[in-house]
């Protein structure tokens, strides 16, 4: 029996890992549940669940979040704060965390679940790609493990499972994208954040649906690949594959690619990461081969979609240059979202925060936020430029 905290409860992947916790009662069963603000959503969530502990992260909450958690007749403690988060990801009852906040937020929480040695199912790519060497160091410290809940990082998981190092050291990453909505359409000046938001194939939370619009969910997710696979940019490929069937690929010094395919459901990778070595059902579609009319591929035009190209500059140039990124990125996103800043102003922005800012590499988690937040005080005055 595994027991689990889940961070981000009540986003899109927590409600996705929700689902597949509940089809397996005799192999998972929740510690924590977190959220943000969504108090009832929270509470309703810990009542159905059994949670042991649930917390908000606005502190002011918290009286909220007790009355709520009453009001649904759950048992469950309330907690409120950011160190309440740490802590439900450092908990020793719990043994495996899914880090599914989303944005640098997720950071100190995913960072404690890393220290703490457990199983952490890395959804919040953001935490990566701004403190990977961190990340990856506190789990080499604690014996903790990775498993990405990503699905091109899920993919790459399951075509490496098996491979001796020397073969892996000399493969190629294939990293799939689906082109986002706009892949197609040429005059992006009035886009509308509900146009943004609304994906050709997957259902998710609004500001990694805006990232995959630009393109930049796909160069975060080539520096998280980096990262967990420790590979150089140039053996990270991003290929636009828009029917999203094959969620990525590895090819071999043979000339072999193997692929992983499957229908666009997050259930599917999240229920790899909870049961891996083992496989369990996770409620996804089977893949219909007789409907699948075709599979195509066709390169990323970087001219249209620059954010892919900073991603790749970022992860090449090193020290702090994915944490800038990932910030100005963050602040755009948010402004674009809040209609404070035209969606073809998102990589202009940050494009200045990245040509005007460059601090030394951070030594520690403290120097991380630090530049966070003056990429972000950035990406606000770049922003006000263009407006
Ligand atoms: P959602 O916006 O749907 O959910 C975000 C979750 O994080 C909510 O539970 C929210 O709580 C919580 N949250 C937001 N801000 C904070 C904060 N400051 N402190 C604490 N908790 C916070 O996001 P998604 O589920 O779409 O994405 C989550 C992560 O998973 C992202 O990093 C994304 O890139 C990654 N991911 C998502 C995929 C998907 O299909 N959705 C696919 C692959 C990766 P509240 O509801 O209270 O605001």
Request: one cysteine or more; glycine letters at 6%; a negative charge.
């Amino acid at each position: 029996m595994r027991t689990i905290t889940l961070l981000g409860a009540t986003g899109s992947i927590g409600k996705s890992a929700l689902d597949v916790i509940a089809r397996h009662p005799q192999r998972y069963c929740v510690h924590a549940l977190t959220a943000n603000g969504s108090v009832d959503a929270l509470a309703e969530l810990a009542a159905r669940h059994r949670a042991a502990v649930a917390v908000i992260g606005d502190a002011s909450q918290e009286a909220a979040l007790r009355a709520a958690l009453q009001r649904h007749g759950a048992t469950t403690v309330a907690r409120a704060g950011a160190a309440a988060l740490a802590e439900a990801a450092s908990a020793p009852e719990a043994d495996t965390v899914i880090a599914a906040i989303v944005g640098a937020a997720g950071l100190m929480p995913t960072l404690a679940a890393a220290r703490s040695g457990k199983r952490l199912l890395l959804a919040n790519k953001e935490a990566i790609v701004c403190a990977g060497g961190l990340l990856v160091a506190a789990l080499r410290a604690s014996g903790g493990e990775l498993l990405p809940v990503d699905s091109e990082h899920s993919a790459i998981h399951q075509c490496l499972a098996g491979t001796g190092e020397t073969q892996r050291t000399s493969a190629r990453l294939v990293l799939t994208a689906s082109g986002g909505p706009f892949l197609r359409r040429d005059d992006l000046d009035d886009v509308t954040p509900d146009e943004a938001c609304a994906h050709p194939n997957w259902v998710m939370g609004r500001k990694i649906s805006v990232d995959s619009a630009t393109l930049m969910n796909k160069g975060l997710e080539v520096i998280e690949a980096a990262w967990l696979f420790d590979m150089p940019a140039e053996r990270i490929e991003v290929v636009i594959h828009p029917q999203s069937v094959i969620h990525s690929m590895v090819e071999y010094a043979d000339g072999s690619v193997m692929a992983q395919l499957g229908t666009p459901d997050m259930r599917t990778p999240l229920a790899y990461a909870l049961a891996w070595p083992e496989r369990i059902a996770s409620g996804a579609q089977r893949l219909d081969f007789s409907r699948l009319a075709a599979l195509t591929f066709e390169a990323p035009d970087m001219r249209r979609f620059p954010c892919l190209g900073f991603a790749y500059a970022a992860l090449r140039a090193g020290g702090a240059a994915s944490a800038v990124l990932n910030a100005a990125n963050e602040f755009a996103v948010e402004a674009f979202l809040q209609r404070r800043l035209p969606f073809t102003q998102i990589a202009p922005t940050i494009e200045r925060v990245l040509d005007a800012y460059q601090p030394p590499a951070p030594a520690g988690i403290e120097e991380v936020l630090e530049i966070d937040r003056q990429a972000r005080q950035r990406a606000a005055r770049a922003a006000a430029q263009h407006v």
